[in-house]
């Protein structure tokens, strides 16, 4: 990769965080491999950034197909060459009512889209990685995976899957010279939380999580909050006995977002 210019394949890219990253890192002089579910959206903003195909590429893929996932990996190798850091960022969040039949299939949609749709980002470039000696794969979860919060069973659940699932990857992976980053936002304006009817303390602009997001992976951090101060609410939250934590939630009943489209 000596004298290549580095390359970032981020999922999730048509909105939100996945593109203020993208922003982020060819305002660095990266390269970019651009990975959503509505492709034609996604290479419009591209081509409105005014971004040459050798700055940066779209691929159209649903995450929660695996096939095309995989797919779309396998074209951004062949294509653009090897990544240096992959961001599995595509998510969803929608409400669940674990006493409703009807909101099972939501809570599929979630864990494919949330869980194994990060599984499925990392695995064509482990190997690959590993055999280079050098790579960053960086999981986005949420500080809602720090515990279980009424009307978000699957949302806080599904975060907290990509938390153990990248702090396991670390595990496995250490020593090897392949980084695993558990990149753990707050409240981030974006189309994921512009229907929540609830307080978002320390509400972020997409740009300024994304500038502090590519340093803290710049310094092969492990597990990062932001901004800070959800850092320590995550914290408190992990720390709080359990007769207290249900007391206080108990109290805290959300209105739970229906069905809507995956935001990828």
């Not at 050798?54 to 074209?75: F, N, S």
């Not at 194994?116 to 809602?144: D, E, H, K």
């Not at 409240?187 to 740009?207: G, I, K, R, S, W």
């Not at 932001?226 to 939250?237: A, E, F, N, Q, S």
Request: glycine content about 10%.
């Amino acid at each position: 990769m000596s004298g290549v210019t580095p390359l970032v394949f981020i999922t999730g890219a048509s909105s939100g965080i996945g593109q203020a990253l993208a922003r982020q890192w060819r305002g660095q002089g990266w390269r970019v491999a651009l990975v959503a579910r509505r492709g034609e959206v996604l290479r419009q903003w591209v081509l409105a950034q005014g971004w040459t195909t050798e700055q940066a590429q779209v691929y159209e893929a649903d995450v929660r197909d695996t096939a095309q996932l995989l797919a779309a990996a396998q074209a951004c190798i062949d294509r653009q060459g090897l990544p240096d850091v992959v961001v599995a960022n595509a998510g969803i969040s929608i409400g669940v009512d674990l006493s409703l039949a009807e909101d099972l299939p939501v809570l599929r949609d979630l864990y494919e889209t949330n869980v194994l749709a990060v599984a499925a980002t990392f695995q064509p470039f482990i190997t690959p990685m590993v055999l280079r000696g050098s790579g960053v794969l960086v999981g986005v979860a949420s500080v809602a995976a720090a515990r279980g919060l009424p009307g978000h069973a699957g949302y806080c659940g599904s975060k907290a899957a990509v938390v153990a699932m990248c702090e396991t990857l670390r595990g496995e992976l250490q020593g090897k010279g392949v980084q695993v980053l558990t990149l753990t936002p707050g409240y981030v304006a974006t189309p994921l939380t512009a229907e929540n009817d609830y307080p978002m303390p320390f509400l972020m602009q997409p740009e300024a999580f994304a500038a502090k997001a590519v340093r803290a992976i710049e310094a092969r951090r492990r597990f990062v909050v932001i901004p800070w101060p959800m850092g320590v609410v995550y914290r408190l939250l992990k720390a709080m006995p359990v007769a207290l934590f249900d007391r206080v939630v108990g109290a805290q009943q959300h209105r739970k977002k229906r069905r809507r489209p995956a935001a990828q």
